[in-house]
């Protein structure tokens, strides 16, 4: 894992570093430079296996965080690329060509978190929800509770208990807290 | 057809944002050879609005209500978690035979649709569909505390709370999942209802046709496909 890092660090510049365990490690770069790098590992270093394409909503920094996990079968060892994108205009460079099943991350991307990927086939139909026409639902800033009280008629008489304090109660009613 | 029964054509004209491919209007070669337009949403599906269809002698109704009770036709539709409780049913442990329960592939010949679980928006249109597809008279069995009051998706974005606010529900089966067990009382339950004579489910969609069809569009936002499918 180490060689394969330092010699990532030298051919691309990796903003951050993180070793997992001793088979996972996430490295955070640019951008513009998140294709070339996956490109590499794949071609290169034997990174074939691709396993999940995800996002962060980091909104206190107006930030989204792409994650591409890369699987090695051969050096049984797993690498996260980490890419920061702006919140405002979300937009990356589509990876499609290099996995087909990409496009379909990358669309449900699109649905969920509104990230657009130019030129990856069919992401602008809609994938699970059909007619969304509501902000993206995975964005934080999306109140589901208050959509789903507002929407889908909601039954009276709903309540929960803190499974803790509920079971405290009938099992010891005498006892002070 | 009088001009309140058509249901398709009354309303403004339909934006044809959302319309399906194939219920677009088309040109169509024949077999002789001749070209025709096709508008599938008028000549392929019935514009007319559910009827009800009152019970005409109480005797002969009781006896058709317990032969419809004894006989319920499943439709094989599962939907959420669910369905997965449907098949155990059928086996020799539970043996739903006995209570003359049995599946069937198809909504034109199953008088029970189940609803197993909760209820995504996307699947909602899809039972919806088959809903009116099958033929009256037919009940819906809603399992699982998600049909009843959003169980744990109680605040998702996508999943509906209530199902009786879309479809006419005859017997809720309470549990997260229900076991079989639950589901041949359920059964039992739906037996009673209609030998009672209470399970009136199609009637009473066709009668509040117009509020139903208010609540599935409220949140199918891509209708693209006719008001009453069948």
């Known amino acids: 894992m180490d060689k394969i890092i330092k010699d990532l660090t030298s051919r691309f510049k990796v903003t951050d570093y993180i070793q997992q365990r001793p088979n996972m490690a996430y490295v955070t770069v640019q951008k513009e430079l998140a294709i070339s790098l996956i490109t590499h590992m794949r071609d290169i270093e034997g990174f074939t296996h691709f396993v999940l394409l995800t996002a962060v909503d980091w909104i206190e920094d107006n930030l989204f965080q792409l994650t591409y996990i890369l699987n090695s079968p051969d050096k049984k060892v797993d690498l996260g690329i980490r890419v920061m994108i702006d919140r405002e205009n979300p937009t990356m460079d589509s990876a499609h060509h290099l996995w087909q099943q990409v496009a379909t991350y990358q669309r449900e991307l699109k649905e969920m978190f509104g990230i657009d990927f130019p030129g990856s086939p069919r992401v602008d139909e809609s994938f699970i929800l059909e007619g969304w026409d509501d902000i993206p639902p995975y964005r934080r800033d999306f109140d589901t509770l208050k959509y789903a009280e507002e929407t889908y008629f909601p039954r009276d008489g709903r309540g929960s208990n803190d499974p803790a304090e509920y079971m405290k109660k009938k099992l010891y009613p005498d006892e002070e807290k | ?230």
């Open chain 2, 1 to 230: 057809m009088s001009e309140e029964q058509n249901i398709n054509q009354n309303n403004e004209p339909k934006e044809d944002k959302f319309l399906a491919e194939e219920n677009k209007i088309r040109l169509v070669t024949g077999p002789d050879g001749k070209q025709f337009q096709v508008n599938p949403l008028d000549d392929y599906f019935c514009d007319k609005r559910p009827q009800v269809v009152a019970p005409k002698n109480k005797i002969i109704e009781k006896f058709l209500n317990w032969a419809r009770a004894e006989s319920l036709w499943v439709l094989g539709f599962g939907t959420g978690c669910g369905s997965i409780e449907i098949p155990p049913l059928l086996s020799p442990r539970f043996d739903a035979f006995r209570y003359g329960v049995q599946m069937r592939p198809t909504p034109r010949q199953s008088s029970v649709l189940i609803i197993s679980g909760y209820l995504a928006v996307k699947t909602l249109k899809r039972a919806i569909r088959t809903y009116e597809q099958m033929q009256s008279p037919k009940y819906v069995m809603a399992l699982g505390s998600c049909t009843i009051n959003g169980g744990m998706y109680y605040d998702s974005y996508n999943t509906i709370n209530r199902v009786d606010q879309y479809l006419p529900v005859d017997v809720y089966v309470a549990g997260c999942m229900p076991r079989p067990e639950a589901l041949l009382a359920g059964f039992v339950k739906l037996k009673e209802r209609i030998k009672a004579g209470n399970a009136e489910g199609a009637n009473e969609y066709a009668e509040k046709f117009d509020w139903y069809k208010a609540n599935q569009k409220k949140i199918i936002k891509n209708w693209n496909m006719p008001d009453y499918n069948w």
